[in-house]
């Protein structure tokens, strides 16, 4: 007994110190306006002032940010007889299951929306390193209001049990950093010493950035390393069709609940996949699934490269989960008519979607 | 690795314990030098060979001073060669390029011609401090103020021991050999005190300078935006955080030997409360000034020879002390100005303050609103990164006048204002001494407490401590 009370300083110490910063980093992130983050923020307030302006929306990952050009899409509609389609890309890349569910909320809740279709995509599982995890967005959805969100996406991503366990490990560390309070007050008592002033071309584009416009560290390594590995083109497409134990049906049923929510707002609700090279063992099963758990609803499934062939050559791939801007534009034009046949089908008392 | 950071917790609880289960005052120093050399490492394990050779520099100079008596010429040649090879170093790696170019472009003064030679050195972090050190050992050793060691070990430990080893405070041989001579019993040691003491320097650190370091850099990477009003806050904004980014990393380091079983002296007393130059070298950077005057200014005869003498060897002696910070004309300003500053204080003293009534609380306070003003000048030359940088923001902060419209966020000035209160209030009350007086138990909840508060106010992003520069 008297060797354990040693080290009762020890533990007053560490419960103390848990305590008290749990109890704080809550306090300080009710006080703590939402913090500016690039695309997601400028989207969103862009959205929030011209969500009139626009009946079709799109909400995904970079796969819809660097993909869907509503130009393309809104011409595209009408030469397959829709001539009244006014669609936002709200591609945000990075987008995960957490962040998905938190952003459809603020999105259909803006005034003065005329929206009749949103189109969304699969968001991504949670992030896979600890620095992806601390940075600003990312520790903002690591908050205790959002941990089911997140649970609710790695529990139903098709993924290995080791894979899970190790994002889930990963998601631990986010939301035990953002409750360690660490930063909170700092950012809150000591505002940035000057505003920055982001370039969101794209809002001038209905939210698309055709890929490339603006370089980053990670564009420019994706890009290198997809120029440096012609085989990986060659290994990647062979994974299409290739047998996989992954079950798919739990995200089916995740993307189908969150779809139907969105239906029940009165707003058609259309399932995407994107193309994307590293993901052909994966995605086309689940838009699979989500068509046939949910058959009334529309699915844009495109990475198919036995369906779209035009889509799959290399020249057109910028790295191994981006297409470049002429494959993008391509990929829109496509979009555009699947849409418009969508919607005269839904219009016509059919939702036989493109599947 | 920096003290503010997790993986240092790591290391040093590693350490801590290790030590502390050791019986053997030999074998604790063996973990503790085989430690060091680690932290020193993790920065670029290619610095070892650095203060490897100084300290074998180091060892033979004792050794020498052990074999010859006092007045020998060998001891006394040891000594020479021995401090010529550690400032050969130092100037090797520190200011050949600064050499090297200044005499090219006076050679181009001069109408001749000479190519720019430059090496492409990385600077040896801490390389200052361990070497000053090491200039400690040696210099004691001969003038007998200890014993040479004859145990190569415990001249590396010494040298090399992490709590000091990057950024000080710079130990005396004299006030640290001792200590290693026996084991360190952890009965003796403050536990609170350290600990509290690691606290409060975390806390200035990491939740005042770094918090307050980016309005600085916005300052003084473009002070021709900005107004008169953020050019001055942003002079006093760089005074508190070099203040508290350097007393802050001593109080951690002192916190982090004490905890160890190892004591250091003070390297800061509140010194922006100084009542003049003079007194501000007794309260700032503490364990240099001690060491610039016990090694350089009293060697070059400091007030013993006259008045001319004496101001010709403050004013090398605050010269080369800027120049020991980095190799610019920039730092030697700096040196230049507080030197400037301690002949006029002494002239006026000896004019004026002998004739003259004192003005009581009135002249205190006059004197230490002139001294933080002129510290402060002289702070726009050491944090500028070019002289007509440093001209720019000088004329700004001597007329108050600026073209520039930019702001800092309206906070800067109340937190000037609180921090410099703050300062006055941690001068009469120890903040850090009235933690430690506290029951075990109820300590261990308020630093519990304390630490879950500093962590809130950590800014987060990567920021390395100023003085590892030096």
């Known amino acids: ?355 | 690795m920096l003290f503010v950071e997790l993986r240092f917790f790591l290391f040093f609880a590693a350490v801590f314990g290790l030590v502390w289960m050791l019986r053997g005052n030999e074998s604790r120093k063996r973990v503790l030098t085989a430690a060091s050399y680690f932290f020193y490492g993790v920065w670029d394990w290619r610095f070892l060979g650095l203060i490897l050779l100084i300290t074998v520099i180091s060892w033979l100079v004792g050794a020498a001073a052990g074999r010859y008596p006092p007045e020998a010429r060998e001891r006394k040649w040891a000594l020479g060669l021995g401090i010529a090879g550690a400032l050969g170093i130092l100037g090797v790696f520190k200011y050949f390029n600064f050499f090297a170019d200044t005499f090219a472009d006076f050679a181009g003064l001069m109408g001749l011609s000479a190519g720019h030679v430059t090496l492409n050195l990385i600077l040896p972090v801490g390389i200052s401090f361990y070497t000053f050190q090491a200039i400690s050992y040696m210099v004691d050793v001969h003038r007998n103020a200890i014993a040479a060691k004859r145990s190569f070990l415990d001249v590396a430990f010494y040298i090399a021991f992490f709590p000091q080893l990057v950024a000080g405070p710079i130990v005396r041989a004299a006030d640290f050999i001792p200590q290693m001579d026996t084991a360190r019993r952890w009965a003796d040691v403050s536990v609170r005190a350290s600990v509290a003491l690691f606290l409060v320097g975390f806390f200035k650190k990491a939740c005042i300078s770094d918090n307050i370091a980016p309005y600085v850099d916005v300052i003084f990477s473009d002070p021709g935006a900005y107004s008169a009003a953020s050019v001055v806050a942003g002079v006093l904004l760089y005074g508190i955080q070099i203040y508290c980014d350097f007393s802050g990393y001593s109080d951690m380091a002192i916190g982090c030997a004490g905890l160890l079983g190892y004591k250091f002296m003070a390297n800061f007393d509140s010194p922006y409360l100084s009542a003049n130059i003079q007194d501000f070298w007794r309260r700032w950077h503490i364990s240099l000034s001690s060491w610039l005057r016990d090694y350089l200014y009293i060697p070059l005869g400091g007030n013993r020879h006259g008045e001319m003498r004496r101001d010709v060897n403050l004013m090398t002696t605050m010269v080369l002390g800027g120049l020991w910070h980095g190799a610019s004309f920039n730092f030697v300003i700096w040196g230049f100005l507080h030197g400037l500053a301690l002949m006029v204080e002494r002239t006026w003293n000896k004019l004026v303050c002998t004739r003259v009534p004192a003005m009581g609380w009135m002249g205190a306070v006059l004197g230490t609103a002139l001294t933080v003003y002129w510290v402060h000048l002289a702070w726009i030359f050491f944090r500028a990164r070019t002289l007509p940088e440093s001209l720019e923001i000088a004329q700004v902060y001597l007329t108050l006048q600026s073209n520039g419209i930019g702001t800092l966020p309206a906070i800067v000035w109340p937190l000037i204002i609180g921090l410099g209160a703050l300062h006055v209030m941690a001068n009469r009350v120890k903040l850090g001494e009235r933690l430690a007086a506290l029951p075990p138990n109820t300590f261990a909840m308020a630093t519990g407490a304390l630490a879950a508060l500093a962590l809130a106010f950590v800014p987060l992003g990567y920021r390395p401590f100023i003085y590892f520069q030096f």
């Open chain 1, 1 to 355: 007994m008297a060797s354990l009370s040693r080290f009762l300083p020890a533990a007053l110490f560490a419960g103390t110190f848990t305590i008290c910063a749990a109890l704080l980093s809550q306090g300080l992130r009710a006080a703590t306006p939402m913090p500016h983050m690039t695309v997601l923020s400028d989207k969103l307030a862009f959205w929030r002032e011209n969500a009139a302006n626009y009946d079709t929306l799109f909400i995904g990952t970079s796969r819809t940010f660097y993909h869907i050009d509503p130009v393309t899409v809104a011409a595209s509609a009408a030469a397959e007889g829709c001539p009244d389609v006014r669609a936002f890309n709200f591609g945000v890349y990075g987008l995960n299951g957490a962040e998905l569910d938190w952003l459809v909320d603020e999105v259909l809740s803006a005034p003065g929306g005329d929206l009749r279709t949103v189109v969304l995509e699969d968001p991504l599982p949670q992030a896979h390193t600890m620095a992806d995890t601390t940075n600003t967005r990312s520790r903002w959805f690591h908050a205790p209001a959002y941990w089911r969100g997140a649970l609710g996406n790695i529990a139903s991503y098709p993924e290995s049990l080791p894979k899970r366990i190790f994002r889930t490990g990963i998601f631990v560390y986010g939301a035990g950093f953002d409750l360690s309070g660490a930063g909170l007050g700092a950012a809150l008592a000591f505002p940035p010493a000057y505003t920055w002033t982001s370039t969101a071309d794209y809002l001038d584009m209905d939210g698309y950035e055709p890929l490339g416009t603006i370089q980053t560290d990670n564009i420019r390594a994706r890009r290198a390393e997809f120029l440096a590995n012609p085989d990986g083109f060659t290994a990647a497409m062979a994974r299409y069709g290739a047998p996989s134990d992954e079950a798919v049906t739990a995200r089916a049923d995740y993307l189908v609940e969150r779809l139907r929510a969105i239906e029940a707002r009165g707003i058609e609700a259309t399932f995407y996949v994107s193309p994307e090279l590293i993901e052909l063992d994966r995605t086309p099963r689940i838009g699979a699934a989500v068509a046939e758990i949910a058959p009334d609803m529309s699915v844009l499934n495109y990475n198919q490269p036995d369906l779209y062939p035009d889509l799959f050559k290399r020249d057109q791939w910028h790295d191994f989960s981006h297409l470049l801007p002429a494959g993008a534009e391509r990929l829109s034009a496509r979009v555009g008519a699947d849409l418009c046949r969508s919607l005269k089908r839904t219009d016509g008392g059919m939702t036989d979607a493109v599947r």
